[in-house]
């Protein structure tokens, strides 16, 4: 299934996403709750009754009348991996970690897969990473290996949009991963039954139609599985739990000269199996001050 978070009509809930239309369920499955988080804690018997729904034609809206927001609009917690990739890592000019190198984007940068994102007032730095990320669905500590599978919701795309000199301030990378806006992340999440191998998808970025990036999740490090287990070694994952899993090389600092987004670039983002995310640079609005 390609479950997918989406307003219409002013109302945001959930759905499926069947060719060019969405099954919306809080008609065909009114008893299943509303948005994601809720739902996918609502385990296997609510996937189920999803899966069913979508065997219907009943409540469906067509694709191109909808606003797609991020699939968990506010994650609880955003995990993200960096120097995943052999060759990002070459690029860089950097060690080979020996261990997975861990860092938090905040859960309010989470943004819907196709809006804009800031080109922040304090920094003309910014960057672009095209991701896969992993979606967990179910509370779990002490995950091994073997059984991470079991623990995973699906599979999305992430941009984990970076800018580079706040990134770099700071060993945690934190503030630059985390500013407003700066986490797309969609269409939508495919659920491991639609994708036979997550290690062996296609991963390209375009930058205003440049290909930037092209590589394959073969070429992880640390691999999906291997991320959940060690996460889980530290702490409890819960559903809604987003794991970007790095970048592959073709990031606008590792270019010669160094190609830093601006306003009006378009950065699309294509993952094998999943879809795709679009999403334009726009100036940070101009107030100084938000309360409420």
Known sequence: MKLVTFTHQAETRIGVVK?????????????????MIDFLQAGETAMEIARSAAESSYATIPLSSVHLKSPVLRPPKILAIGLNYKDHIAETGLKTPEYPIIFNKQSMSAHPPQDPFHLPKASDKLDY?????????????????????????????????????????????????????????GPWIVTPDEIDDPHNLDLKTW?????????????????????????????????????????????????????????????????EGIGEIENAVVSEPAETVRIG
């Open 19 to 35: 060719e060019e239309s969405i099954v919306d369920l809080s008609k065909a499955a009114p008893d299943l709750a509303t948005n």
């Open 207 to 271: 930058v205003n139609g440049e290909l930037r990036q092209n590589s394959n999740t073969k070429h992880l490090i640390f691999d999906c599985f291997e991320l959940v287990e060690h996460l889980s070694t530290a702490f409890t994952l819960e559903p809604g739990d987003v794991i970007p899993t790095g970048t592959p090389s073709g990031v606008g600092i590792g270019l010669k000269p160094r190609r830093f987004l601006v306003e009006g670039d378009v950065v699309r983002i294509a993952i």
């Open 129 to 185: 990473e095209g991701e896969l990320a992993i979606v967990i669905g179910r509370y779990c500590r002490h995950v091994p290996r073997d059984r991470a599978w079991e623990v995973i919701a699906g599979y999305t795309i992430v941009n984990d949009v970076s800018v580079r000199d706040w990134q770099l301030r700071t060993q945690t990378m934190t503030i630059g991963k985390s500013f407003d806006t700066h986490c797309p992340m």
